[in-house]
Each structure stands twice: as structure tokens, then as C-alpha cells.
């Protein structure tokens, strides 16, 4: 008979042996795991996009990380390996920007696929109206086609203001900035012809003028900027068609001179008013909301504005009392407060 201590040491050496043996199947799984999954990978991420009929971009990611410009009736790359290219150019233009290996940015030919302008800026932006914005040391300045600094880097810049501005001539000008991120505009000489004194200048709308604004007012100024309408709105936008700004609750609409050809405006249609007890809706109380971008008024049936649309909610409670919410709730609360238009008064609510 098999004494205990004998017994206890078959039990560990078989455990033993059955933990090897799961070990090795973990570190052979392991083995053959990997590669097929790397293969899985890389069928999943290497993959070719064409860029007009001659060029194509090949991208290989998971192991190399670059992308490269392949002609393909040449059989033969053109481009160096890059990190990234922009496939976006302005309408006549040929040349884009791309990001090498080292981290600077230059200029590819996205006809020929060929490097035009070596990678050595910080920051660049893709040419308009013949310039291209390039950054250096947080510096902006502007290249021509053939690589030339025209304008010198000497124009301060954040990375707030790189990733809010755009750095492009339009219409002859272009919105540049200081180290406080405020805005001005320049010629292609790299004449300031307005100073940098502004929170923002939008670039040209589709009617034709740009947007500026300065702490919690906008005005509209040329595209040479020319101040059309000074800081006098709450909010201009432009949608395409129409040229809208606000102000105390009213929108209206504006020319492109700044003058108002349209005195009360709603983003949206007016919505009829009912009390809370009508549950069926059978009966509007003559009142209707108004709509300014996220905000909300009262009219009554006659068009007259009888509450200004500064309110995130508004509720009809009788004939001549509302509740309006002042506060959204991304803010974490509501506030509410009751609006007496017989008495033209204003108390806080729940």
C-alpha cells in the first residue's frame, strides 16, 4: 500500500504536469493568435484610394503608420512615406498639404503626386487666391507656388487660434491674429488694414460681407473691412439666403449694408398658446410663441410682441399670466419665474 507522503506527491506532480500542459497550449495559442490577427488587421487597414485616374493613395497602418502616393499606369510610387495628406484643394489649385514622418508640413502636387515644397513648417494651410498660411516658431506667415515667403512669419499665433482660424485669403484679404487670439485682416501685401482688435472676423458669407464680433456685440464689415454696420447685435448669422441678427429678444433681418428690411423675424413658426387645462387642445388663447434661435417670446394675434423671446420654456397659466423658464438646464437647475403682461410685472417662481 502506497503510504500518504507517496500519495500526496502524485497529486502534486500531476498537477503540476496538467498546469505545464495549459501553459504550453496558452503560449501556442498566444503564438498562432497574434499573427493571424495581425493578418486580420492589416487586411482590415492597408486599403487604396483613388485620387484621379492616374494616382491612388495607399494607406498601411498597423504596422507602418504612413500613407504614400502610388501612379499607377507609372507602376511606381511617387511620394515619399507620409503620415497624412489633405485631399481638399480650392478650386484651381493643385498643391496640398501634407505631414511627413519628422512631423513638419509641406506641399505635394495632387496632379503628379510629387513633393513640391519640403516638409519643414509647423502648421500649414492649403492655398487660396495664390497664398498658403504656414506657421513657423508660432509665427504665421504666407508662401506662393513655389515655395517663396512673400509675407515673413510675424504674425503671432495659439493653438486656439490655429484650430479656430482658418488663415485664407478671401476676396483679397485675410483674417490674422495677435498672442491675445484677438483678429484683424490683411492685404497680400502683408499690410495690416485692420488691426487686430476684434474677438473674431469671419471670413466673407455667402452674401458677400463678413461677420465681426467684439466681446458680447456684432457688426458687419466688407470683406476689405470696411465697418458696414458697427458692434450693435446680440448675434448676425448668415444662412445661406438670409442675413439675421438679434438683439433683447427680437430678430430681424438685415441687408448687406446693416439696414433692416425685415423688423420681426421667427426661426421657426409661431406655435399657438393653450391653457393647461385644455388637455385637448380645442382652444388657443390667442397668444402665440415665437421662436430666436433657442429662445422663446409671446405675440399676440395681432403680431405685437408682448414678451421678448429671452426665455428657454414658456407656459400660458391664464389669461394674462405665464411662467417662463430663465435658465437651461445644461446649467444643472432651472429657474422659473411668473410673467403678468396685464401688470407688466415679473416675479421669481418655483
Known amino acids: 500500500m502506497e503510504t500518504n507522503q507517496v500519495k500526496l506527491w502524485k497529486k502534486i506532480l500531476i498537477s503540476s504536469l496538467a498546469l505545464i500542459g495549459l501553459g504550453v ?35 498601411d497602418y498597423p504596422d507602418k503608420d504612413y500613407v504614400r502616393i502610388y501612379n499607377t499606369k507609372q507602376k511606381r510610387y511617387m511620394s515619399p512615406k507620409m503620415r497624412w495628406f489633405s485631399k481638399a484643394v480650392s478650386e484651381g489649385d493643385s498643391l496640398t498639404v501634407f505631414y511627413d514622418l519628422t512631423g513638419k508640413r509641406g506641399y505635394i502636387n495632387l496632379h503628379t503626386g510629387t513633393v513640391v515644397i519640403e516638409g519643414r513648417y509647423d502648421h500649414a494651410w492649403n492655398f487660396s487666391e495664390g497664398l498658403a498660411a504656414v506657421c513657423r516658431d508660432n509665427k504665421i506667415g504666407f508662401i506662393n507656388t513655389a515655395g517663396e515667403e512673400v509675407i515673413p512669419c510675424q504674425y503671432p499665433t495659439t493653438t486656439y487660434a490655429i484650430n479656430r482660424f482658418g488663415y485664407a485669403f478671401h476676396d483679397g484679404y485675410c483674417v490674422i491674429t495677435n498672442s491675445k487670439n484677438e483678429c484683424g485682416l490683411i492685404n497680400p501685401q502683408g499690410e495690416l488694414v485692420v488691426d487686430t482688435i476684434y474677438d473674431c472676423i469671419w471670413n466673407p458669407s455667402d452674401l458677400g460681407v463678413r461677420i465681426f464680433q467684439d466681446e458680447d456685440k456684432y457688426g458687419l464689415m466688407s470683406p476689405s473691412g470696411e465697418i458696414l454696420l458697427p458692434l450693435y447685435y446680440t448675434e448676425i448669422w448668415c444662412d445661406g439666403v438670409n442675413l439675421m441678427a438679434r438683439k433683447n429678444g427680437v430678430m430681424v433681418e438685415l441687408d448687406t449694408s446693416g439696414k433692416v428690411i425685415n423688423p420681426f423675424c421667427s426661426t421657426d413658426d409661431y406655435k399657438p398658446m393653450y391653457l393647461p387645462s385644455d388637455y385637448e387642445y380645442a382652444h388657443p388663447t390667442g397668444y402665440f410663441k415665437y421662436f430666436v434661435r433657442d ?56
Open 295 to 350: 429662445r422663446e417670446g409671446i405675440i399676440n394675434s395681432n403680431g405685437k410682441m408682448v414678451i421678448p423671446a429671452i426665455y428657454y420654456e414658456i407656459n400660458q397659466l391664464n389669461d394674462h399670466l405665464f411662467e417662463a423658464k430663465t435658465c437651461d438646464v445644461d446649467y444643472y437647475y432651472e429657474a422659473w419665474v411668473t410673467i403678468d403682461i396685464k401688470t407688466n410685472t415679473i416675479k421669481q417662481a418655483r
Open 25 to 59: 497550449l496558452f503560449i501556442i495559442g498566444i503564438l498562432i493568435y497574434v499573427p493571424i490577427e495581425k493578418r486580420q488587421n492589416r487586411i482590415r487597414w492597408y486599403y487604396q484610394d483613388a485620387v484621379n485616374d492616374s494616382l491612388r493613395v495607399d494607406y
